[in-house]
């Protein structure tokens, strides 16, 4: 302890000596050197008695009691009811139900078209139409050739959970001039003058069965009178009735059996007493009556055959009235799946029976004689089709066949009209091969639809098939630019028609070509604009003897919906 504290003052008077040489170092420039021994001293030491513990890795969880205590309390429970989703789908369009069309164009030619339609019912349908078509113009060199038609239609539908009923009642009324004469000869318009009125009504009945196994059946009523100021009338009265079921007859494949028989009867009558001058007037004519019809039955029956498709029929045709016969016709068509991609073929032998009325003759022919006799037509066709269909809308269609005709009927020219101004029928045993090429294509806004058939018809007895050409083509293309403006083009070839003239000499018609141009523009949803443009080619071809088309017709019309 001494000796700590004289080292506290050795060092304490050290110090105060440096200090005193700092502040007056100038004055005092003097050394001082201790000597003596070092003797370090160690200051107490206590000895670490406490060992380290060491505590085992392992730790062991306590244990853990729980008491269970069982208690029930009587509790409520009330749902809200869910309320049904609704699925959010595209807006319906607006359907208008009624429409009108009008047109006015040249020669005094017009147009009318208005319809009333029920939109939108599952289960009853109804509508009406009406249609004027007319024309006051004149040809050249020839008499009037004026003509108006003009067309009702009422329409109803209603369906029921297993069958569906509709009729259709419509009139009819076709006005034309027999106008292939020179106008030099200076008639009464109301001399030639040819109206023709009919009536008629079609009931349909079809089963609409769910379930397979069930007899479908099918039926149907029509009849419909003609009648004209020439004294020649008629009435057809058309009745049909089918059924057909799918049956297991063999194998494990479905087949269907089934039977369709058909009624036609004509009773077509004509009254000399109302001929008029324009016949010869040194020929008698007597009062006649036409009237004949058929029964038409027909069994078929539909099967698979691996991946063909089979159907056979066979019909039994009796005919009555002045024409009286029996007639086995028979159809076998075979279907094969696809051969080449996306291309079917079907083929084999159909036939066919059906008596020609004067509606559906006047409708072709207008200038038909009012003294004309039908019989019934009956055809058997052996053929091969190819269909070829694929994902970017071409559809394209090839048939090829051969066909024998039993009392085909071609127009000649009246022997009995002086004026050759009027045709009658004539029947001949004809074959016929045909090649018929159809092509269908549609691009966004781009249609484009053609058809071309090639003919080649040979008579028994005739000098030549009159007025059928060996070719015909026409072609439509239509383009829609913005939902707005659209244009379609359709240009028609027929070819040339051999047929005899006034001296029984064969004459040839030059073929005939007829441009036809429309232009509609679409102003909104309800209203559009058209303008229809026919004949650009500007010919004046001629479809039957005597009687030239007009050169040009143009209409401008509109079209309205609300």
């Known amino acids: 302890m001494k000796k700590n504290i004289l080292t506290i003052l050795i060092f304490g008077t050290l110090s105060l000596n440096i200090f005193a040489q700092t502040q007056n170092e100038k004055e005092y420039n003097e050394s001082v050197i201790m000597r003596s021994s070092f003797s370090p001293v160690v200051s107490e030491a206590y000895k670490l008695s406490d060992k380290p513990t060491i505590f085992d890795s392992e730790f062991k969880l306590p244990p853990f009691r729980y008491d269970k205590t069982g208690k029930r309390f009587a509790t409520t429970m009330t749902f809200d009811n869910i309320k049904p989703a609704k699925v959010k789908g595209e807006p319906i369009a607006k359907l208008y139900n009624t429409h009108l069309t009008a047109a006015f164009g040249t020669y005094f030619s017009s147009f009318i078209d208005a319809s009333y339609s029920q939109t939108r019912s599952k289960d009853f349908i109804y509508a009406a139409n009406f249609r004027h078509k007319s024309s006051l113009g004149q040809i050249e060199n020839l008499a009037n050739s004026s003509f108006a038609n003009n067309n009702l239609n009422l329409y109803a539908k209603k369906i029921w959970s297993k069958f569906a009923v509709d009729a259709n009642l419509f009139y009819d009324h076709q006005r034309h001039y027999y106008y292939g004469f020179a106008d030099s000869l200076n008639k009464e318009k109301q001399d030639y003058r040819t109206p023709y009125h009919t009536v008629g009504t079609q009931i349909n009945y079809q089963s609409l069965y769910r379930e397979a196994n069930k007899f479908h059946n099918n039926a149907s009523f029509a009849v419909k009178h003609t009648s004209g100021k020439w004294g020649?009338?008629?009435?057809?009265?058309?009745?049909?009735?089918?059924?057909?079921?799918?049956?297991?007859?063999?194998?494990?494949?479905?087949?269907?059996?089934?039977?369709?028989?058909?009624?036609?009867?004509?009773?077509?009558?004509?009254?000399?007493?109302?001929?008029?001058?324009?016949?010869?007037?040194?020929?008698?004519?007597?009062?006649?009556?036409?009237?004949?019809?058929?029964?038409?039955?027909?069994?078929?029956?539909?099967?698979?055959?691996?991946?063909?498709?089979?159907?056979?029929?066979?019909?039994?045709?009796?005919?009555?009235?002045?024409?009286?016969?029996?007639?086995?016709?028979?159809?076998?068509i075979v279907s094969t799946p696809e051969i080449v991609e996306n291309i079917i073929v079907q083929g084999g032998l159909k036939s066919n029976c059906d008596i020609p009325t004067l509606h559906s003759l006047i409708q072709e022919n207008p200038y038909i004689s009012p003294t004309l006799h039908t019989k019934p037509q009956n055809s058997i066709n052996i053929f091969a089709q190819a269909d070829y269909a694929n994902s970017n809308n071409i559809n394209i269609k090839l048939e090829a066949g051969y066909e024998t005709i039993n009392n085909k009927y071609f127009y000649t020219?009246?022997?009995?009209?002086?004026?050759?101004?009027?045709?009658?029928?004539?029947?001949?045993?004809?074959?016929?091969?045909?090649?018929?090429?159809?092509?269908?294509?549609?691009?966004?806004?781009?249609?484009?639809?053609?058809?071309?058939?090639?003919?080649?018809?040979?008579?028994?007895?005739?000098?030549?098939?009159?007025?059928?050409?060996?070719?015909?083509?026409?072609?439509?293309?239509?383009?829609?630019?913005?939902?707005?403006?659209?244009?379609?083009?359709?240009?028609?070839?027929?070819?040339?028609?051999?047929?005899?003239?006034?001296?029984?000499?064969?004459?040839?018609?030059?073929?005939?070509?007829?441009?036809?141009?429309?232009?509609?523009?679409?102003?909104?949803?309800?209203?559009?604009?058209?303008?229809?443009?026919?004949?650009?080619?500007?010919?004046?071809?001629?479809?039957?003897?005597?009687?030239?088309?007009?050169?040009?017709?143009?209409l401008l019309g509109a079209r309205f919906a609300f």
């Open 232 to 332: 020649y009338k008629e009435t057809v009265l058309n009745l049909n009735g089918g059924v057909h079921k799918p049956v297991k007859l063999f194998g494990n494949s479905q087949q269907t059996l089934g039977l369709n028989v058909s009624y036609k009867h004509i009773l077509g009558k004509y009254s000399s007493e109302d001929i008029t001058p324009f016949f010869n007037p040194d020929l008698t004519l007597e009062d006649y009556n036409n009237t004949q019809g058929f029964v038409d039955i027909d069994a078929y029956f539909a099967f698979p055959i691996q991946q063909f498709s089979l159907v056979a029929s066979a019909s039994f045709v009796p005919t009555f009235g002045s024409q009286k016969g029996f007639h086995f016709l028979p159809t076998i």
């Open 413 to 554: 020219l009246d022997q009995n009209a002086v004026l050759n101004n009027m045709f009658s029928l004539v029947y001949d045993n004809a074959k016929r091969f045909y090649i018929d090429f159809r092509f269908d294509y549609k691009l966004n806004n781009l249609i484009l639809k053609a058809n071309a058939l090639y003919q080649n018809v040979k008579t028994d007895e005739l000098e030549a098939a009159w007025y059928t050409p060996e070719f015909k083509f026409d072609l439509v293309a239509e383009y829609t630019a913005a939902d707005k403006l659209s244009i379609s083009l359709t240009p028609t070839f027929i070819g040339a028609m051999k047929c005899l003239n006034e001296n029984a000499e064969i004459v040839k018609l030059k073929p005939g070509i007829d441009i036809s141009l429309n232009i509609a523009y679409n102003y909104s949803e309800q209203l559009s604009f058209y303008v229809d443009l026919n004949n650009l080619a500007f010919q004046r071809y001629y479809e039957y003897y005597n009687y030239p088309s007009q050169r040009f017709v143009g």
